[in-house]
């Protein structure tokens, strides 16, 4: 399997949904032009596609891939791209570029993009709310998803990220930071994939496992790139952490260190799915992807 090729396929195919799903206007144009703007500057989606590789390799039934798991993907997208339309703002991180394109408020101001960002949370969860599911399935997929956005998980760590700015910081104080704010809705993507295929016991929590490793995996990947990137590849100012005193992989243990950990929790991600066949393979292709671009 070529993941290269896997990846953009699926990335499409969300784009698509994503494009089907805010067709229709709010009652202000100017809201809905900076909702579409921030989700159309594109991205690698690749909380969404671990969602539908985790669907895939769990069996799920392909007669309800397009009307129900890839809106569900797509869910994960708005609250993605939420996030980033939120960090990006002065009072956070304060970045003017974005996945190549400037920033959300350097466009519409800081009113409309806090504005697009709370549009696009709420969106995920009423197209959530959509999905032709048994209401036990739909109510836990929510719930993991919701708790992993919230205060106990991405906009948790969002905070401890800003308070570790300019502070001593430990290896294990950056680690429980990234599994709250990279970590918790990487996880929630697989684990939802997984409850959605109909899968449960062992094989979610292997997913669990899967999705805490590979969260990991791709912050330490996403610091190092910060160091080592290209401005053009990365679509955003590199060395920005390092400006801002930002608590990161690379100035906490090293670029050599960091290397070898993004190793160490991709192989981690990997041993989480001995108990998968081979429609688990793309989850695995992507969790040596991810580390591969920063090596």
């Not at 909380?47 to 009307?67: H, K, T, V």
């Not at 910060?226 to 060395?239: P, S, T, Y």
Request: aromatic share 4%; glycine share 10%; proline share 3%.
């Amino acid at each position: 399997m070529e993941i290269k090729q896997y990846l953009e396929e699926k990335r499409l195919a969300v784009d698509r949904c994503l494009e089907e799903s805010l067709r229709s206007e709010g009652p202000s144009k100017k809201l809905s032009e900076a909702v579409r703007y921030s989700l159309a500057a594109g991205g690698k989606r690749i909380r969404p596609i671990l969602l539908l590789a985790a669907y895939e390799g769990c069996g799920g039934d392909p007669a309800r891939y397009e009307r129900v798991i890839l809106p569900a993907a797509a869910s994960l997208e708005m609250i993605h791209t939420y996030s980033l339309i939120h960090d990006d703002l002065p009072a956070m991180d304060n970045d003017d570029l974005r996945r190549g394109r400037p920033t959300s408020h350097k466009v519409f101001g800081e009113a409309l993009a806090i504005l697009a960002g709370d549009s696009l949370l709420t969106e995920a969860f009423a197209l959530l709310s959509s999905l032709d599911v048994k209401p036990e399935i739909l109510v836990a997929v929510m719930r993991e998803i919701a708790v992993a956005s919230g205060h106990k998980g991405m906009a948790g760590g969002q905070a401890l990220d800003m308070a570790a700015q300019g502070k001593p910081t430990s290896g294990e104080e950056l680690e429980r930071l990234h599994r709250l704010k990279t970590g918790c809705l990487i996880r929630a993507a697989a684990v939802s994939g997984g409850l959605l295929a109909g899968a449960s016991g062992e094989a979610l929590e292997a997913l669990r496992d899967y999705g805490s490793s590979v969260g990991l995996a791709f912050q330490i990947a996403d610091d190092i790139l910060d160091v080592e990137g290209k401005k053009e590849a990365l679509g955003k100012n590199v060395g920005g952490d390092a400006a801002k005193a930002k608590a990161t992989y690379p100035s906490v243990l090293g670029v050599t260190t960091a290397k070898r950990w993004a190793v160490e929790w991709s192989s981690r991600a990997v041993e989480a799915l001995k108990r998968f066949d081979a429609r688990a393979d793309p989850l695995r292709e992507i969790a040596r992807f991810i580390v591969e671009r920063s090596q």
